[in-house]
């Protein structure tokens, strides 16, 4: 059982974070580059279901092995988002975006240890 708790609290994790992208969106629409076609609440959203949809594959034993995976590459690939995000920010909120760029890697590593106890 023990096993499971980094699959569960990464599964709650990442549902949480999903479901922020619906409920406070406009912190998230800050990050998307303008470069993206389309407007930033589509890439919120689009990145939130994303997000649903690798928490519930960790969430299910048959599939968490390829969640891990896919949690790990999705951390990986918002990474240049989180660097917009501390590049933009001003006054106390670009300390805590400067500050929030190493968690991604622990996160990486825990995604990959929940593929590799999968």
């Excluded at 599964?11 to 969106?25: C, I, Q, S, T």
Aim: net charge positive; glycine share 6%; charged share 20%.
């Amino acid at each position: 059982m023990s096993s499971q708790r980094p699959a569960a609290f990464l599964a709650a994790f990442l549902g949480l974070a999903g479901v922020m992208h619906f409920a406070r969106p406009k912190f998230f629409d800050t990050m998307v580059p303008k470069e993206l076609p389309g407007s930033p609440r589509q890439w919120t959203h689009a990145s939130g279901v994303v997000e649903l949809a690798v928490a519930t594959s960790i969430a299910l034993p048959k599939t968490r092995e390829l969640g891990g995976l896919a949690a790990a590459l999705m951390f990986l690939g918002v990474f240049p988002a989180n660097v917009k995000q501390a590049l933009d920010a001003k006054g106390k909120e670009r300390a805590v975006a400067y500050a929030r760029l190493p968690v991604q890697w622990p996160l990486i590593a825990w995604a990959l240890k929940v593929r590799d106890n999968a």
